[in-house]
Each structure stands twice: as structure tokens, then as C-alpha cells.
């Protein structure tokens, strides 16, 4: 079983910065993508980065520039560098992991960001 804990959040004045943070912990394939989802209140759950084992990676138009994803695949974490965040930014973002594979899918718990403007 893979477990996913991010960190991270919390309330920020736009223009600022977030580094959202997480773990994965238990039987982790090498070959997965990791990535960061976000879900605003009354909209379906948006994809906003991915990143591969390899490195390679993924960022959605509407925060490309703004928002970096990186992981240390020796701690089997996942980083999402948020900067000068808008109010339109605020969401739950959760963490996922997908193991290339077989395709299993995992989801953290979620983390709230609320930008202010």
C-alpha cells in the first residue's frame, strides 16, 4: 500500500509563495509519475503539474512561469514551488502517484491554499 502526505499549505497574500511538500511511503514502483492536482470549490478536480521519475515534466498553461514541480526520488517526494500566486490559485491541491505499470493510482489527502487578495 502507498501512502501520500502533503504539507505545505496555508494562507498567503497574492504575489506571494508556497512550497507545497509530499511524502510517499510503502511499496513504491521506480518507474512512476508523480504530480499535483487542484480542486476549487464548485469545479472538478485540475491537473496542474507532473513530474516523471525521470525528471521530465509537465505544468498546465495557467500557472506555466509561475509554479515549479521537482522531486528527490531518493525520498520519494514531490515539491510544487508556488510563486506570485493569485487569488484564482486557492484550491485543495492534492498530491497523486501513478505507477507507470500497472497504472494504480494514489491520492494524498489534500491541502488547502487560499490566496487573498
Known amino acids: 500500500q502507498v501512502q501520500l502526505v502533503e504539507s505545505g499549505g496555508g494562507l498567503v497574500q497574492a504575489g506571494g509563495s508556497l512550497r507545497l511538500s509530499c511524502a510517499a511511503s510503502?511499496?513504491?514502483?521506480?518507474?512512476?509519475?508523480m504530480g499535483w492536482y487542484r480542486q476549487a470549490p464548485g469545479k472538478a478536480r485540475e491537473l496542474v503539474a507532473l513530474?516523471?521519475?525521470?525528471?521530465?515534466?509537465n505544468v498546465v498553461d495557467s500557472v506555466k512561469g509561475r509554479f515549479t514541480i521537482s522531486r528527490d526520488n531518493a525520498k520519494n517526494t514531490v515539491y510544487l514551488q508556488m510563486n506570485s500566486l493569485k487569488p484564482e490559485d486557492t484550491a485543495v491541491y492534492y498530491c497523486?502517484?501513478?505507477?507507470?505499470?500497472?497504472?494504480?493510482?494514489?491520492w494524498g489527502q489534500g491541502t488547502q491554499v487560499t490566496v487573498s487578495s
Open positions: 513530474i516523471t521519475s525521470g525528471g521530465s515534466t
Open positions: 510503502g511499496s513504491i514502483s521506480s518507474v512512476n509519475v
Open positions: 497523486n502517484l501513478r505507477v507507470v505499470p500497472t497504472g494504480l493510482t494514489y
